[in-house]
């Protein structure tokens, strides 16, 4: 089966207004560019985005977020985007913040099927409020629900026309556990390659889980911080 799109812009031509998207990257490391700038051009707004951060300014969710086109955030960190901080501080964003691993498992259990988990992180603080909580143990836990989506926006190195996919390093970060916990998952490659090319245990996320797939161009492969080491004397 040929999952091959034409273009970013025959994807997002498919969410409409109100969607809940999965995005993944860390920072500036795996973020689906092609597809981020083809929603942006769309202007699709009133999106719910689960995703680990919003972008910085300029990259990523960041031109998204200023432009207005999402409704709430659930996310774990968003400490580089001043837009986020200031759309959130004004009341013009709803915000979930999720504890990292909590974030992680949460859309691990919304791909696997699973109805929900006990974790001891965030018991006795604000991240459980509202939420059952249970003695495990001798230890004190709070319920978690899965996360899930409408679509989800995934970046890998190298997929085929079948959807197969193999992440790079730290781009494989959020993306391949997004890419089982939405309806439809659209994936942005690096490097496109025929059935076949990808030996098989070397795949990361099976083609089952990846509806269309999308040859991307252009990276910028950014770098958010750069440290150098001072020189001595």
């Not at 659209?186 to 795949?203: C, R, S, T």
């Not at 889980?209 to 750069?226: A, D, M, N, P």
Request: proline share 5%; charged share 25%.
């Amino acid at each position: 089966m040929d999952k091959v799109l034409r273009s970013p812009d025959e994807a997002v031509a498919r969410i409409p207004d109100g969607a809940t998207l999965m995005v993944g990257g860390f920072g500036v490391c795996g973020n689906p560019e092609n597809l981020l700038a083809a929603l942006l051009r769309r202007g699709t707004k009133h999106l719910t985005v689960i995703s680990n951060n919003a972008g910085i300014d300029d990259f990523g969710l960041g031109p998204i977020l200023r432009a207005k086109q999402i409704r709430k955030m659930i996310s774990t960190y968003v400490g580089e985007n001043k837009e986020f901080e200031r759309q959130f501080l004004a009341g013009e964003l709803e915000v979930e913040l999720v504890p990292q691993g909590t974030f992680s498992e949460r859309i691990r259990a919304g791909g696997a099927g699973i109805g929900g988990f006990f974790t001891p992180t965030g018991f006795g603080t604000i991240v459980a409020e509202g939420k059952e909580t249970r003695v495990i143990d001798g230890r004190n836990y709070v319920f978690e629900m899965p996360l899930k989506a409408d679509f989800a926006f995934v970046r890998a190195f190298i997929g085929d026309r079948a959807g197969n996919l193999v992440f790079r390093k730290t781009a494989r970060n959020f993306n391949p556990i997004m890419a089982t916990a939405a309806r439809v998952t659209f994936a942005e490659v690096e490097h496109l390659v025929e059935p076949g090319e990808i030996e098989p245990d070397e795949v990361h996320t099976p083609g089952i889980f990846v509806q269309q797939i999308l040859h991307g161009t252009s990276y910028s492969h950014r770098v958010e911080k750069r440290t150098v080491r001072q020189p001595r004397g």
